[in-house]
């Protein structure tokens, strides 16, 4: 199983960029993917996530802004991220779990390698 995720990058306040998790090696459509972000001297922490029948959630610092979507024929997972902040500047991961979302890091199976985002003027 494998998880890669890409699209992260520099970007002022208030841009965007959508990251993309690219999942090969399991039953992409079974699982539930998770997006976790790591800042400088900060734990781990849930972003979003969306299960396998597509149900999402949000952490409430990035609710209204953040989008998750999933594409099972592409076997990849989306977050569109929108009015970017300072404060979202991290390492974002995806993660892979059984069916439902979990805001609990420990309870998936498997985590990409990380995409830095750094949002700053």
């Known amino acids: 199983l494998q998880l890669v995720e890409s699209g992260g990058g520099l970007v002022q306040p208030g841009g965007s960029l959508r990251l993309s998790c690219a999942a090969s090696g399991f039953t992409f459509y079974y699982y539930a993917i998770g997006w976790f972000r790591q800042a400088p001297g900060k734990e781990r922490e849930g972003v979003s996530c969306?299960?396998?029948?597509?149900?999402?959630e949000y952490a409430d610092s990035v609710k209204g802004r953040f989008t998750i979507s999933r594409d099972n024929a592409k076997n990849t997972v989306y977050l569109q991220m929108n009015n970017l902040k300072p404060e979202d500047t991290a390492i974002y991961y995806c993660?892979?779990?059984?069916?439902?979302?979990?805001?609990?890091?420990?309870?998936?199976?498997?985590w990409g390698q990380g995409t830095q985002v750094t949002v700053s003027s």
């Open positions: 969306i299960s396998s029948s597509s149900i999402t």
């Open positions: 993660a892979a779990r059984d069916l439902a979302c979990s805001w609990n890091g420990p309870f998936y199976d498997d």
